[in-house]
Structures are given as C-alpha cells and as structure tokens.
DNA sequence: CACGCCATGTAACTCGTTACATGATTTC
DNA sequence: GAAATCATGTAACGAGTTACATGGCGTG
C-alpha cells in the first residue's frame, strides 16, 4: 500500500510540463526543484528505462547539429493514467527533515554557549542564502515564464520555501538570545 | 573530508544525555528527537557495536530483576572527543526536505483545483497534528524535566519545529487562496 | 493463555550518491 | 588545444527501512 518510488513520479511529472530528455530534466530540477526534491543522474537514467519498460513512456533518438545524439522520452496515456492516481492521492506523511543543526543543539550542553551561537549565526547565514536564491528563481519566473501553464505552482512551492526558510531564521534570532541569557545565568 | 555517519554521533550523544541502552535511546528519538531525526533497531543495534569496536564506547552487560538482561553502554574518553570534534564542527549544508506534497503541487496543473485544494487541507490538518504533538512535548519536558541539565536545549529544538510548521500552515491557508482565486481566472 | 512490554539482533531490500567512463561539439 | 557544455550511462558504495527471529516477564 505504501507509496514509493517517487522518482518515476517526479520524471514523469517532469515529461508532462516539457522536459524530454535525461539531461534536461536533471538541470530542471537542479535549478527550480532543488528546494524539496534532489536527484542524481545515477537514479535519472536507469529509471527512465523502467518507466519505458513498464510502458509509462516512450524514447526516440534525436540527432542534434552542433550536439550530441539525445534520447528524448515522451509519456504514454498508461504513463498519464499512472501519475494521475498519484497526483489524487493524498500524502500519508508529512516528511521528516534530518537536520544535522538541531542534532547538534540537542548535545550542546556539552560545549560553549558561544561555540554553540557561531554554529547558529552560519546556518543564519545559510538561510538567507537559501531565501535569496528562492527569491531570485521566482522573480525570475514571473518575468520570463510568467505565461508557462505551470508558473503559478512553481510560484506556490517556492512561496512554501521562503516561507519556512523565514520562519527559520526568526528562530536563529530568538534562540541565540535565548543562548545569551543563558549564558549569564 | 564530508562529514557522514551521524548515526554514531547521535548515539554518542544520546549516551551523553543519560541513556544507555538500543532500547531507551529508540524510545527517546522516538519520544523527543522525532521532528528531527530518527532510527531505526537496524541501525541502532550494528552502530552500538561499532562505537565500541572503534573505542568510542563501552558496554556491560545488567541483569535486572522482573525484566530480560540488558546491554549498557558508556562513552570513552575518547568518544567524548570524536563527539565534541563533531559538535564544534560548523553545519556545511543545509537539509533538502524531500517534500511529497510540493512535488505534487508541482505538477498540479494536470488536475483539478478542487483535488489539489483538498491535498492541501490534509496537509494542513497533519501539520496541526504535529504542532500539537510538540506543544505537548514541550509542556510535559516544562513540567517535568525542567530541571535536567538539557532540558533547555530540547525545548530550543521543540521551538525550531513549532515555527517552521505554523509558517508552513500560514502557507497552507494563503495557498487555498490563490487556488481559489486561479479557478475564477 | 494471550497480549503487551522489555530487550536484542540480523538479512534482505530499497533508495540514493559518488565516482568513473565515454565522447561529441563549441568557444576562447 | 584546453575548457565548457551537451549527453548518456554504470558500478560500487552507503544509509536506512522492514520484516523477521528470539525470548523473558507481568498483567488481565
């Protein structure tokens, strides 16, 4: 019953807003997904085979001039049918983010405060990285794709990331001085 | 040089925090460490004899009455080193949160508004679900382990999974919204 | 006597990463 | 001719889950 294999999911997500080939859908994710979901060539190329196997899709050869031989896929309507039933049901768990900070903090007793306070001001520094660069890829999106069938859902998913990631660096703030007045306890 | 097998300082850690067997540390992660980390006995155990094999930890067996013997580990010397090492180690990348529902939001234009909205408001109410579980967890850790040594780090990581899930629930309603107002278009 | 808790452990499996291999073309 | 980009792929490894196996004790 349980669901897994989200892999072949997000491909053949990925084959239905316009992305063909191996290659391309790795840059894709690798530049608009890369917030909530990541993936390797390593797992890309052998299950674009599977889901040909299994008949969810379909590859032709395309030559290129001025670049290499490409295989582009394409979904089949069994393809169509199969992501939809997935799409429709609901999600059984929320996901469980190992965060090597908060493992960390877990054992910090056993350190300086101040030791403890540069570890949170760098994953501060972190976070706003991560903010910026979700906030550069959606005005992004709004300026060039803006009328891409698929632009208000990428906006929404990166609106879930600026979202947590601010809330996170509210918590930095609050939590190192929490530290501070710990500390002249 | 990347840093990998928390395993091990998860475990060294928790033997830091007073307890001591595969059984009470599951039950602990399970209890407390849950919004951030968790195990499993297919780790906990092999891990546990690893520790030791490396000097990090050592164990003894104890018998107790009413109940089956049990293994009891400590920490060496040189496992609290290996620890601290780790501890004073700064967080080189944040975690990629594998997020279900984001990935099937973004491929939600396949389907209807009403479906997505629907996956939103199980979402949610999960999300409220969780939030409870760690007011709760924090309240009980308030009550009555106020006075153990890390107590205050616990409710600091407590307080990290409480922010980021009620930002996460403000999306939640926000998004309702916009899906709303997208089907009007 | 069945169930639940305490307690430890392993084997098979799945998922995913990393490193490697290959090779064409274009640009500097 | 070196580097960057395009493009596909595999093998070895590592991490983690699940299912299973074992068995004692206490309670209803």
Redesign the interface.
Known sequence: MAQKN?TQ??LL?LL??GYHTGYTMKQMIDGS??????ISYGQIYPTLKLLVDKGYAEVSVASQQGKPDKKEYFITTSGEAY??Q???Q??H???????????????????DHS?TI??IE??YE??VE?CDTYEGIKKMILAESCQH??A???I??L??GI??T???M??CI??KE?LHS?KEE
């Open positions: 989200y999911y997000a997500g239905t807003t997904l890369n917030h909530f979901w990541k992501l939809k997935w799409l429709e609901p999600v768990e929320l996901p469980i983010e190992k965060n090597e900070l908060l493992l960390k903090l877990f054992f910090s007793r056993q350190q030791t540069t570890q760098i994953y972190k976070l991560r069938k698929d208000p859902f990428w929404i998913t609106d879930y979202s947590t601010q809330a996170a509210e918590w609050k939590t929490t710990l």
